[in-house]
C-alpha cells in the first residue's frame, strides 16, 4: 500500500469512527422519553456498522471548501438516518423480502414488521431535527433552510422514494442500460448528492461548485450502484456481509445482466474519471479527499 493509499484509509477510519461517535451521542436528545422498543429498533439499524460513506461525503464537501466540518457533522449523521430507514424499509417482506443485512438478521426479523416500519419513520424524521442542530453550531439559517428544502425533494418522491418506487414496480420490464440507469439515479445517486450539497452549502460553495457537487455525485452514485453489481456476481459474501448472486436469484436486471462483466467494470472507471474531472476543475481548495474517495469507491470489494 503506498503511503498516499495508507494516508486516506486511516483518514476514511478517522472519518467513520467520528460518525459512529456522534451518531450514538446525538441520536437521542438528553431527556427524550422514547417508546423503549421503538428506540432499540431504531438504534439496532443505526448502529450496526456500515461505509457510513454518505455522512462521510458530507464532511469531505465541508472540506473541500475549508467550511465549518463541526456544523457538518449533525447533518453527516442526518443522511445516515436517512439511508438506514430506506434499508430498513427495503428490507421488508413487501419490498426486497431479505433476512440479512450488514452480516446480521433484518430489523423485521428482529422486531417484527410493524415496528420495523415505525423504526424508518422514526428515522426519517429524526434527520430533520438533526438538520437544525447545524444551526446551533454556526450554519446560516438559510442554509439549513435549503438543507431541507433539498432533502425534502432527494430524499422524497422526485428523489430516492420514487427511485424505489421505480424499482419495485419497473425493474422487471427494464429492457436496456437508460432505464436501469433512471431508477439508479433517483433510488442511489440523489441521496449521495444530497449528502455531498450540504457540506457544500455549509461551506459556502459557489454555484458552479455546487454544480460539480452534483457531477460527482451523480457519477459516484451510478459507479457505486454498478460495483455493487459486479460484487453481488464476484464478491465475497463474508467481506459483504449479505448473500451473494442475490440478484441473480431474484431475476433482477442489472448492469452486468445488460452490459457484461466487463463493459460494466469500464462504465465504473469512465464515471470515476467524470466525477474526478467535475471537482478538479471548479475551484476547490482541497479536493483531495473527494478523488481519493471517488477512487476508494471505484475499487472496493465490500
Known amino acids: 500500500m503506498t503511503e498516499k493509499a495508507k494516508s486516506f484509509t486511516q483518514y476514511l477510519a478517522e472519518q467513520t469512527s467520528r460518525v459512529e461517535t456522534h451518531l450514538a451521542a446525538s441520536v437521542w436528545p438528553k431527556g427524550w422519553d422514547l417508546h423503549p422498543k421503538l428506540k ?6 443505526l448502529l450496526a456498522g456500515g461505509k457510513r460513506m454518505r455522512p462521510v461525503l458530507t ?14 457533522m449533525p447533518v453527516a449523521c442526518a443522511v445516515e438516518l436517512v439511508h438506514t430507514y430506506s434499508l430498513v424499509h427495503d428490507d421488508l417482506p413487501a419490498m426486497d423480502n431479505d433476512d440479512y443485512r450488514r452480516g446480521r438478521l433484518t430489523n423485521h426479523k428482529v422486531f417484527g414488521e410493524a415496528m420495523a416500519i415505525l423504526a424508518g419513520d422514526g428515522l426519517l424524521t429524526h434527520a ?10 454556526g450554519a446560516p439559517a438559510d442554509v439549513c433552510l435549503s438543507i431541507v428544502e433539498d432533502l425534502s425533494r432527494l430524499a422524497g418522491p422526485l428523489g430516492m422514494v ?14 436496456d442500460v437508460e432505464g436501469l440507469q433512471a431508477i439508479h439515479t433517483h433510488k442511489t445517486g440523489d441521496l449521495i448528492v444530497f449528502s455531498l450539497l450540504a457540506g457544500g452549502r455549509i461551506a459556502g460553495a459557489t454555484e458552479r461548485q ?12 451510478l459507479a457505486f450502484q454498478i460495483q455493487d453489481d459486479i460484487l453481488d456476481l464476484t464478491g465475497d459474501e463474508g467481506k459483504l456481509g449479505k448473500p451473494v448472486k442475490s440478484d441473480e436469484r431474484q431475476h433482477k436486471v442489472t448492469y452486468p445482466y445488460l452490459l457484461g ?20 476543475e471548479a475551484g476547490f ?7 481519493e474517495l471517488a477512487q476508494y469507491l471505484m475499487n472496493r470489494d465490500h
Open 162 to 175: 420514487g427511485g424505489q418506487a421505480a424499482d419495485m414496480e419497473g425493474e422487471q420490464g427494464v429492457t
Open 59 to 72: 464532511l469531505a464537501a465541508a472540506e473541500a471548501l475549508g467550511g465549518n466540518v463541526e456544523a457538518a
Open 261 to 280: 462483466l466487463e463493459a460494466s467494470r469500464e462504465r465504473v472507471t469512465e464515471l470515476t474519471e467524470r466525477a474526478i474531472r467535475a471537482v478538479s
Open 210 to 221: 455546487l454544480e460539480a457537487l452534483k457531477t460527482f455525485g451523480y457519477s459516484i452514485g
Open 285 to 291: 481548495s482541497q479536493p483531495d479527499r473527494l478523488i
Open 40 to 45: 432499540d429498533a431504531m438504534t439496532y439499524s
Open 128 to 137: 430533520f431535527h438533526l438538520i437544525t442542530e447545524a444551526g446551533k453550531l
